[in-house]
Each structure stands twice: as C-alpha cells, then as structure tokens.
C-alpha cells in the first residue's frame, strides 16, 4: 500500500490558561489532544463532533495556521518525506500552495472591497512567479469549474448569494494548485438545497484536481455522502474512525451512536429512537478522569473512570476508543448492549 499522504501522530493543541496580572498558568485547554490518523492519496476524511470537540484546532493545527504543542505531522507526495512540524517560515510558506483550507462564513472570508477576480488571482499574486496572462487564464478556469459566470469576474463578493460566495472561496482555495484541503463547515452556513450543491461541486473538484479533502462539520448526515471514512472527535480525542459506511451501519462507540440516532429518518415506518446523552459536553479545560466520555455514558463501568482507552482497531479499518469496544454488541441502530459476561453478568436494561 503506498505512503498515505498525511501521517498524523500523536498531535496535541494545549492552550495555557492563565490568571491574575502575573498570568500564572493555572491549567490547560486540551483543545486537540493525542490524535494520531492518517488521511490516503484522494480520500475524503469526514471530522465530526459537538461544538468545542477540536475539529477546528485539529484543522489549522494541521495546516500549522495554529502551532501544534506536541506530535508530527508528515506529508508524503512526489516521493518526498516532509516532517511539516520542523519547517521553518520560509520553508512553511513555500508549501503553503500545497495545503488550502476553505472556510466556514463565505459572508466574511471574502474581502468586500475586491473583485471576484482579484479574490480568486491574489493567491497566485502573494506566491510570485506566475505571468499575468497565465493568472488571468487560471482564474478564469477556476472560476467557469466551481459553476459561476465568467462575466461576472469583475463583481464584488457583495452581488452573490451565500452559495455562490462559498464557490468563489473554493475557486481561491484551488488557485494554487493544493494537494490537501480543509473544509472546515465549508457548507454549514447554506441552506439544505444548496449545501447538496456544493458538495457535489466539492466531490466533482476532487476528482478533476486530485484533491484530498479534510471535511469538517457538526452533522453526521452532511459528511455521509462526501467522506470515504468519517471520524468522530470527542473533547478533543479521535473516538471512533472508520469507513463510512461501515461506521453509520456498525457504530462501536456509544458516543457515534448517539450522534446517529440524531439524525432524521424521513421514513414513517422506520423506527429511531433518539439516544439523549445526559448532562453537558464536557469542558475541554477541565477533562473528566478516565475516558472523557464516561460522564454520559449509560454503559460506563468503573474502569471507565480511571482509565483513559486508546483507539484500537477492532476491525479490518475500524477505530474506537472505547474499553468495552470488544463486547458491545450492536442489535439494531439505537439498541446498543453490552454482552452481559463483560460486566459480570449485570443485565443491561
Ligand atoms: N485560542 C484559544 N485559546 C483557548 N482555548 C481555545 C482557543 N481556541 C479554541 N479553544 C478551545 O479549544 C476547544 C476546541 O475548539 P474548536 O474551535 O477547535 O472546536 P470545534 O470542534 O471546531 O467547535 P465548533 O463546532 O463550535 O466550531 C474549545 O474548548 C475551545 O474553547
Ligand atoms: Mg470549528
């Protein structure tokens, strides 16, 4: 199997919380905390999880937009090893073109007061090195490929509708060619109708650019269709990863299950249950002992809160983090039991 094209090991985000005028440090945000994964040559990789779980520290600390406290983050491509965490400025900006991120508000990541045009061209502009005819050529592709008009070049942000917007902020992410892109809740701000736009314009550039997405979002249900693997994020830990489909029709952990049992079913006949987690996500700043999800967690036995589980793989390509991984069983979405030997014959009700 060749090299993936990102190896993630071990990456931790830690924000010092500080107090008083000598800014003593009196803890710590835990915002990404030990994740480690790996993302193929032309995959989608779906992040999900609770607002405050650390998809966006997780996305710019990948893209060294926020330095990582601790862990290594390896790029593979042209036959080249490239430890992105020991770069230099110079050496960061010059692989910058490699790695885009698409943002979240097309209503404020776009300057209002240039053209489509120059939004799409600075990036080419900012590297240096690129002929104006050949800018001018570029853009105009870019801009014909993410379905807007090339007429409209020398309109401002101000004249597009939010879905539009979101195109032209894909055009500039693509500008330079990338290799990997973080879309961070690239369509959450959109409506339903328009959000399927996009994603199938993000699934259409993919494969016309040989593009490896990262894709960030809150709702299971908006990664399902773009993401080859999905993995669910919890207080700043990886708690389940696995393929897609793999994950949504045999979810291990009890956290994924419940996110899944959030979604609507649109058919009357099928029954699904909603699993409500008691009590509040947790606070990144002040992490529970022992597995972090323990707190809400029907299934939790003592061991769960003293001990933090790893991610072990619990099969051919999927993930939990979970220490009754191994004996949950899964009876239908929503109905998850634990086999009663592994808790010493207490029933599960
Ligand atoms: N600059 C910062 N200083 C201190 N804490 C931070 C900082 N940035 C983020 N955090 C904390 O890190 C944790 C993760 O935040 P992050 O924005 O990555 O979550 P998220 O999953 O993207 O949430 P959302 O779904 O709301 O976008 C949160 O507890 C947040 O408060
Ligand atoms: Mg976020």
Known sequence: MPKALLEITGLKKYYPIEAGIAKKQVGLVKAVDDVTLQIQKNEVLGVVGESGCGKTTLGRTILRI?????????????????????????????????????????????????????????????????????????????????????????????????????????????????????????????DVSIQAQILNLLQDLKDEYDLTYMFIAHNLSVVEHISDRVCVMYLG?????????????????????????????????VRNERIMLPGEVGNAADLPSGCCFHPRCKYAQELCKQECPSLKETGPGHFVACHFADELSLDGIGDLKIKNECVGGKKDE
């Open 66 to 190: 926020i330095e990582p406290t601790e862990g290594s983050i390896k790029f593979h491509f042209d036959d080249k090893e490239i430890e992105f965490t020991s770069l230099d400025k110079k050496q960061l900006r010059g692989m910058r073109r490699y790695i885009q991120m698409i943002f979240q508000n097309p209503y404020t990541s776009l300057n209002p007061r240039m053209t489509i045009f120059d939004i799409v061209a600075e990036p080419m502009r900012l590297a240096g090195g690129y002929p104006e005819e050949e800018i001018s050529e570029r853009v105009r592709d870019l801009i014909d490929k993410v379905g807007l008009e090339i007429k409209h070049l020398n309109r401002y942000p101000h004249a597009f509708s939010g879905g539009q917007r979101q195109r032209i902020g894909i055009a500039r992410a693509l500008a330079l060619g990338p290799k990997f892109v973080v879309a961070d809740e690239a369509v959450s701000a959109l």
């Open 237 to 269: 830990r990886v708690a389940e990863l696995a393929e897609t489909e793999e994950l949504f029709y045999h979810p291990r952990h009890p956290y994924t299950q419940a996110l899944l049992s959030a979604i609507p079913v649109a058919d009357p006949t």
